[in-house]
Nanobody
Framework: QVQLVESGGGLVQPGGSLRLSCAAS????????MGWYRQPPGKQRELVAA???????NYADSVKGRFTISRDNAKNTVYLQMNSLKPEDTAVYYC?????????WGQGTQVTVSS
């Protein structure tokens, strides 16, 4: 079992920045991949960024150059630094951990970009 707790969401003006955190606990040694997904109002959940246990990263085209995913292995935490935020980035952001034959999700954190 893996438990994920997200934090760092909130309300920010267009052009602003936020940093999301996802703290993992439990069977963290089994995690192969961690990622951030988001679900805008009325839309499907989509991949934002992912990072492998080896540190390789992948980003959605819509966030490339603005968002950065990183991990602190000592703290078992994955971060999503979000810069130059746009209103279309408004969504509930979820952390996800992939282990062999299973997937775990956090509870989600709301990010609202509005003036």
């Amino acid at each position: 079992q893996v438990q994920l707790v997200e934090s760092g969401g909130g309300l920010v003006q267009p052009g602003g920045s936020l940093r999301l955190s996802c703290a993992a606990s439990g069977s963290i040694f089994s995690i192969n991949l961690m990622g951030w997904y988001r679900q805008p109002p009325g839309k499907q959940r989509e991949l934002v960024a992912a990072i492998t246990s080896g540190g390789s990263t992948n980003y959605a085209d819509s966030v490339k150059g603005r968002f950065t995913i990183s991990r602190d292995n000592a703290k078992n935490t994955v971060y999503l630094q979000m810069n130059s935020l746009k209103p279309e980035d408004t969504a509930v952001y979820y952390c996800r951990a992939d282990v062999t034959l299973s997937v775990y999700w956090g509870q989600g954190t709301q990010v609202t970009v509005s003036s």
